[in-house]
Structure formats: C-alpha cells, structure tokens
C-alpha cells in the first residue's frame, strides 16, 4: 500500500541527504520525493511516498524522526489526507488526443508541440497515462506527490 | 566567560576544555596543522599522539566507555578522516558517547579533489549519529555545544566536526563567545522515565511465574546499573546480560544466569525461550540474540525500556513500550512496585529458579577449569581467562577484540561492575582491544588494564604498542595464541567441511615477545600448563610494564554454547558432539 510521509527539515546543507541515504541505508524503498522551501525560510518541507506496510512505516517514521536536522515528521495516510501530483505531458499536434485535454490544460502551443498539465492523485495520473499511451506523448514528467492532512492537523512549528 | 578575540583554532581547543576535555588523542596533517598549533599552546587539554587514526578513535572510544565521559580524537583530511572511519562505525553501533574532530581542505578547495580531500560528512554519514560541516570560524563554540550534547543524550553515539582549514586559521581572530545553553528545535529526546505504562508494566511483573530481566549496553550507557540491580533484588528475578550489557548486574551473583545469545549460557537462552515475562531493559533484541525472531519468546510478554523510539518494536513486538531513561524509568517502576506492596507469585518465582538452576547444573559453563590442568598436554583458552579472573581478583578493566578470545572473556571473567568490560559487540571491529585499552589506562592509571585479544586481532592495531611506551601505558596483553583466526575457523569447522581457507598462517606469526621487546615492553610466552599461573601472575605484578603475555592454547577449542542459526533459543550446540535438539 502507498504511504505518503511528510516532513519539516531544517533548511541547512547536508540535511536532504541525510534524509535520502536514510532510506537506502535501511533498505526502504522511495517512490516519489519532493522537496520545497517553506515559508518560513528556516525549513523545507519533504514529502515522500513508499511502499510499505504499517509496521515498516512505523520504523520509517521513528528513524527519519531520529535524525537530528528532521524537526517534525507525519504519516499522512495515517488519517484521512489529499494527495496531489503534478504531470506536464509533451505530445506532437497530429497525435494530441483532443477528447482527453480541454483548453485549461494546455500550458504551450507551437505549430508542432503541445504541452499540457495535469493535476490529479498519483493513481489518477496512473491511468490518464495508459489511456494516453496510443497517443505516443513524446515526454511524461512527473512531479511527485504532494499531501496534506484533511482535518485540522497540520505540519508547521510555532516560532 | 573567557570573551578573549581568539582564533578558530584557539576558540576549538578552549571550547573543548569548557566542555570539561582534558584528554584527546590524533595524528597531525596538514589541515589539522591550525589546531595542531594551539594545542600546543596551552594547557588545559592533552594530546595523546597515536600510530593510526584507528587507534585514536578506538581510544577515546575506549575512555568514554570506561568513564562515561565524551571521548574526542582528532584527524587530519583524506586519509587521516578515512582512516577514523572504522573507529566511527564501531563507536555508532555500541552507542557511546565520542566526537570526532576532522581537519578539512581550504573551503575554496572543497570539490575540486585537492590534495588529501575526502567528503568526510558524506563518508561518515551512516555511521555518525550527527556531523557538522563548518561554514565560519565564529560558529565553532556553537558547533562544539551541541555536538558534545547531542554526542552525550538520548541514545548515545559519534558526532564529526569536519573543518576547513582556513577557518582555524591564526591570522583569523574573532569575540570568542561559549554558549550557555543550547536551544534546538530538531533535537529533543527523551529525558526523565516514561511513566505512562509503569502500572501496566507492574500489573505483568506482579502475575509473572517465569520472569527473566534482560539487559543490555543502555544500562551501562545510561549509569542505571544501580537501578537495575535493585529492581532484581527487589523481585527475585533472573537476570542475562548482553555481550554489551555485562557487568550492570554482578557477574558473580547467584541471581545472574550469564550472557544470553549467539554464545550466552545455556540456562540463560533456555530461560528466554520458555520465559512469559521478559523484561528488556537498554537491549535491542538484535539477531545475535533473537536468533530467528519469528520462533522467539513466543510465550512471553515484553517489557521494553529503551530511550531510542527506533528499537521499540523494531524487531520484537514490545507489549508495554517505555521509551525513556533506563536510570529513571527503573526507578519509577521500583517506586511503583513498592508503593503498591507487590506481591509476586513468590512460589512460582522460586519454582522458576528453581528449574534455570537445574539447567545451569545440566549444562552451564564450567568455571573450575583451571583446577583441572592441561587438557590433552595443552591450554585451555578458557582456562587462560580464569587465570587472568583470579590474578586480577576480578577487578581488572578487560578490553577485547573479536573472535573466540571476545567470547571466551565474556563467559568466564565475572564482571561485577558497569564499564569494567569494554568491547566492540556491535560492529565486531578486530583491533578495537589495544587502543581501547590506552583509552581505558589513561583515564585510570592505577587500574589494571587487560586487553584480551588473539593473534589475529593483535596485528590490526599492534603499532599502538609504540604509543603504549611513549605515554607509559602498562596495558596487560593477553594474546590466547591458537595461530588461527579461530571464529572463522570455528565456522569453517563446523559449515564448510573443515576446509580452512585463510584462516591460518603457515608460520608467518611474529615472536610476539621479540616484537614486544622490541618496542621496549615486557614479553612473556607461556606454552606449557604449568608456566600459565606462575607467568599471569609475574605479568600482573609488572606494574609499571606493559607485559604481552603470549599463550599457545588448544587450537582445536571451539565456543559454545552456540545458537544454531534460523531456529528458537533453545536450539544450541553445546560441545562438538552435543546438541540440544
């Protein structure tokens, strides 16, 4: 099952691979990493996603907290959350499938390429991609997935 | 406050003699050379010059386990930081408390593979409970703070301070200014007992009939030996002690069943296995003791204290988790136990030890070896470490290597006290046992310091002897000689057919005691049963020596009991022609 892991880091150098090497230190698996400033330009905020279950989870959580730049961590898809992933796809005009894209996804347009975006959960993403595939987009990217609790939870420190 | 302008090497030195060091060990280079000057203009901290920055990093591995103090070795860049590399990976798997000082290129030079540059932060990450890179030559008291904190709390462990040589530099002078206190926000672990399942943890202890206290390396780390001797007492339980746990409960008390695991008594796994209470305290339940975790303890409940998060549950359900101090969280259980007038199932406890008792008689460790004389016309490793047992009345600090001679140590030298056995049981790093055993001598000049080592292991680190004879360590080496890398051939006996690949020397060893003369010590060879009292005995009463003392033992002796790999703990070998299942 896919699990999305958030984090607060202290924005200092050194501190993204500690975080990474973690993982391939204990053998985890990282599906997706994204890293971004905060507004508070002390922190970055890392979102992660893994295959795993609970208890491998758990001992994921428990370690990336151990770390000493890590100031907070969350197993989001421990309560109900939203997850959100970016994709930009590049299609040649004669292939661009005009029944799946509307205008507000077209984010360029020459006489030749089409780029469009996406925003959607990674599974949705999942299956716009095989139902593009006859299509031959000639690049995919991805942005990785993005999360956010539901409730009233949140991931952010009092200064 | 000492607000003196001082210069990053200056401010490094006397940050340092804030945080109460007076002793360091290193080896210069050049850019270690800033600091290297103002060491030698002061004196507050002493440096002891060692041969190999293994060796330095072992040795104030070693004091920090003998003193419980911070440990703090000092490197040049590239190879001097790689060569720390070893000493790091040990210190972080055994959790002690030690930091790690590493010279580094000019920081315009970083990234452009100049001379003797190596990625030390990037090197050591894994094996480092933290590292800093300084980036100004005023951060350095700041930096000194919190790594000896974060060295020094929680689940103890190695820090690296990775500096660039220009911001040592003497010409550079700035406010010197020591903090205070520390403030970080990323860094809070646990301090003080965790009480919220202590009235859980009492409800088990008060219906258990088969209990068994185990005992790892966190209570040493943690000075809880007093604590956890008294919970024991208290109950009546038996207790195990860990490779790394020995000597926080007395070795020699009748309560205590011997080490558990790989190579642990027979009484002690076979009361792990049919226990229904276990009671981990600063142990981790690692593969050297679970053997197959899915077929142990399956009938017991477990306590677990532990002040990592991390080892709660990480291989062992922990029934009633309590991540706290060991110190305080003993006591708080202690007070909850006396406040509530427990009464344990008193008749079963004694039923209990009762039946460990039986075991022990059946197949425990014989500790009257040495009154049995030569063995086929030879020595008895074992016998060699009963010897050394008697002639030091029990008190002697022993550090190890690693290999049958570690093991053999363990099962047959009582340690009574915390801290009196040091040895690499996580990472398993032969050439642990001499350095070590510098660091140990030096914080205690008047103890005896035994190292207790093997042919094999001696020769990784064996340069130190130079050390030894510069700063007058009288370090008692006992090398149980059985010209093998005896653990590896014990495997190779006993998995692959007798086929000894690379385990032995074709008489390539050294005169061990021409060696030992050589650098200016006493060496002593010992080849016969007879000689082996009457030779310990001279070997500890040289004081003021360092003595090699080289004894020729059965090098057909193997160690057990010995768990027998992917089955529950109670599947051991116990002599070459026994087994228990």
């Not at chain 2, 301070?161 to 205070?180: A, L």
């Not at chain 2, 477990?302 to 080892?311: E, F, L, Q």
């Not at chain 2, 010590?521 to 003392?549: A, Q, T």
Request: glycine content about 8%.
């Amino acid at each position: 099952m896919k699990r999305v892991i958030a984090l607060l880091m202290e924005n200092q150098p050194g501190a993204l691979s500690r975080v990474v090497g973690l993982f391939s230190q204990r053998g985890y698996n990282i599906e997706t990493l994204v890293v971004a400033p905060t507004n508070d330009a002390t922190l970055s905020r890392l979102t992660m996603s893994t295959e795993g279950d609970e208890k491998v989870v758990e001992q994921i959580t428990k370690q990336l907290d151990k770390l000493i730049d890590v100031v907070m961590v969350t197993n989001l898809s421990e309560s109900e959350f939203v997850e959100r992933e970016l994709m930009l796809i590049k299609f040649t005009k004669d292939s661009f499938p005009e029944n799946v894209f509307d205008e507000t996804n077209i984010v360029s347009e020459d006489n030749e390429i089409i780029n469009v975006q996406v925003v959607g959960t990674s599974l949705e993403l999942d299956k716009l991609i095989s139902e593009i595939d006859a299509n031959n987009p000639l690049e995919i990217v991805r942005s990785g997935s993005l999360g956010i609790s539901s409730d009233e939870k949140t991931l952010t420190i009092e200064n | 406050m000492d607000k003196s302008n001082k210069s990053g090497a200056e401010a490094l030195i006397h940050s340092l003699h804030l945080e109460g060091v007076d002793l360091m060990f290193g080896y210069p280079g050049g850019a270690a050379l800033h600091i290297y000057d103002a060491i030698f203009n002061q004196n507050y901290v002493d440096h002891i010059l060692v041969r190999h920055e293994q060796g330095a990093v072992h040795a104030a591995d070693g004091y920090a386990r003998a003193t419980g103090k911070p440990g703090v070795a000092l490197v040049t860049s590239g190879p001097g930081a790689t060569n720390a590399i070893t000493g790091l990976a040990t210190a972080y798997m055994d959790s002690t408390p030690i930091v790690v000082i590493s010279g580094q290129v000019k920081s315009n030079l970083i990234g452009t593979d100049s001379f003797q540059e190596t990625d030390m932060i990037g090197v050591s990450r894994p094996i480092v409970k933290h590292s800093f890179l300084v980036q100004r030559a005023e951060d350095i008291p700041d930096i000194v703070k919190k790594a000896f904190h974060i060295a020094t709390t929680g689940r103890k462990g190695p820090v690296v301070i990775d500096i660039p040589k220009d911001f040592t530099d003497p010409e550079y002078k700035f406010e010197f200014n020591y903090p205070s206190e520390i403030n970080m926000r990323s860094y809070n672990p646990p301090e003080g007992a965790d009480t919220s399942s202590i009235k859980e943890a009492a409800d088990l202890i008060a219906t258990a009939k088969r209990p068994v206290i185990y005992s790892g390396g966190g209570v040493n780390q943690n000075n809880a030996s007093e604590e956890l001797t008294a919970l024991a007492k208290l109950l009546n339980f038996p207790v195990t002690n860990t490779l790394m746990g020995l000597g926080a409960f007395p070795g020699s008390d009748p309560q205590f069943i011997g080490m558990l695991g790989m190579h642990g008594t027979y009484q002690a796994n076979m009361a792990m296995h049919n226990a229904d209470l276990i009671i981990a305290v600063g142990a981790r339940f690692d593969d050297r003791i679970t053997n197959d975790p899915k077929q142990f303890a399956l009938s017991a409940k477990k306590i677990h204290i532990d002040v990592d998060p991390a080892s709660v549950s990480k291989i062992i359900h922990a029934d009633i988790p309590i991540v706290g101090s060991a110190k305080e969280s003993l006591t708080a259980l202690i007070e909850e136990l006396k406040c509530r007038d427990l009464k344990t199932n008193e008749s079963d406890i004694s039923e209990w030890n009762e039946q460990i008792k039986n075991w022990r008689d059946a197949h425990g460790l014989n500790h009257s070896l040495l009154e049995m004389g030569a063995q086929n016309g030879k020595i008895l490793p074992q016998q060699v470490i009963q010897s050394l047992y008697k002639e030091t009345n029990g008190e002697a600090f022993v550090t190890s290597d690693v290999g049958q001679h570690q093991m053999f140590a363990a099962q047959y030298y009582h340690f009574d006290k915390p801290r009196q056995w040091i040895n690499s049981g996580g990472l398993g790093t032969m050439g642990f046992g001499l350095p070590s055993a510098m660091g140990v001598q030096l914080a205690y000049p008047e103890s005896i310091v035994s190292c207790v080592t093997g042919e094999g292991s001696i020769q990784m680190c064996i340069q130190e002897l130079s050390t030894c004879l510069q700063y007058g360590l009288p370090i008692k080496i006992i090398n149980l000689n059985n010209a093998a890398l005896g653990m590896v051939k014990q495997w190779q006996d006993m998995q692959y057919g007798g086929r000894h690949s690379s385990s032995t020397y074709e008489n390539s060893l050294p005169d061990f005691v021409a060696l030992t003369e050589s650098y200016g010590h006493v060496g002593i060879k010992v080849s016969k049963f007879d000689e082996l009292e009457s030779s310990m005995k001279e070997c500890i009463s040289l004081k003021d020596k360092l003595v090699f003392l080289d004894v020729d033992v059965d090098p057909n002796e193997h160690v057990y009991p010995m768990l027998e790999a992917g089955n529950a703990m109670d599947h051991m070998r116990l002599s070459k022609d026994e087994k228990t299942w």
